[in-house]
């Protein structure tokens, strides 16, 4: 049974930091790209953040760029996302994927991140 399972969420002052991770089972973990999204209440989701299988290289959209950084240790099938300087509009639900190819083929139920003003 594949399993992604992502938590650290919390409620954070503006200015603070949360560090989410994304514990995985049931896939070959090193073989897919892992993304982080979220989804604020009437807001499409948003990708922040994505760390490719294979040299680990990372993307981050501009909202992102500075203060977010994506990690994994594909020895412990985990990805990490550390969140710098938060702000109020970086609250969302947040989520963890996996990607092979062009498709996040599967997804983690989401951890609230809120970040108060």
């Known amino acids: 049974e594949v399993q992604l399972q992502a938590s650290g969420g919390g409620l954070v002052q503006t200015g603070g930091s949360l560090r989410l991770s994304c514990a995985t089972s049931g896939f070959a973990f090193d073989d897919y790209a892992i993304g982080w999204f979220r989804q604020a209440p009437g807001k499409e989701r948003e990708e922040v953040a994505c760390i490719a299988s294979s040299d680990a290289k990372t993307y981050y959209p501009a909202s992102a760029k500075g203060r977010f950084t994506i990690s994994r240790d594909d020895a412990k099938n985990t990805a990490w996302l550390q969140m710098n300087n938060l702000k109020p509009e970086d609250t969302a639900v947040y989520y963890c994927?996996?990607?092979?190819?062009?498709?996040?083929?599967?997804w983690g139920q989401g951890t609230q991140v809120t970040v108060s003003s």
């Open positions: 994927a996996a990607r092979v190819g062009s498709q996040y083929a599967y």
